[in-house]
C-alpha cells in the first residue's frame, strides 16, 4: 500500500473513547506480515493504563497462539 507516493510500512490503530469516563478502547489491526495493538483510556476512569499493554499483553498472546495451535 502506497501512502501519497511512498510505501506504507506500518499502521497504527488509535481507538476513539466514545463516552466520558470510558474505560480502556483496545484495537488490533494486521497488516503486512504484523499484529498493531492500539490501546487508549480516559485517565480518570483508569489511572494506570499504562500497566495494561505490559500485564495483559504478554498473556493474551500466549492464550491466543494457544488456541491458534
Known amino acids: 500500500m502506497y501512502v501519497a507516493g511512498a510505501k506504507l510500512l506500518e499502521t497504527y490503530a ?8 470510558c474505560w480502556p478502547s483496545v484495537c488490533v489491526t494486521s497488516y503486512n506480515g504484523m499484529l498493531y495493538f492500539g490501546i487508549n483510556a480516559d485517565r480518570d476512569a483508569m489511572s494506570d493504563v499504562d500497566v495494561l499493554p505490559a500485564v495483559a499483553g504478554p498473556n493474551s498472546l500466549d492464550e491466543l497462539l494457544e488456541a491458534a495451535q
Open 14 to 21: 488509535v481507538p476513539p473513547l466514545l463516552n466520558t469516563r
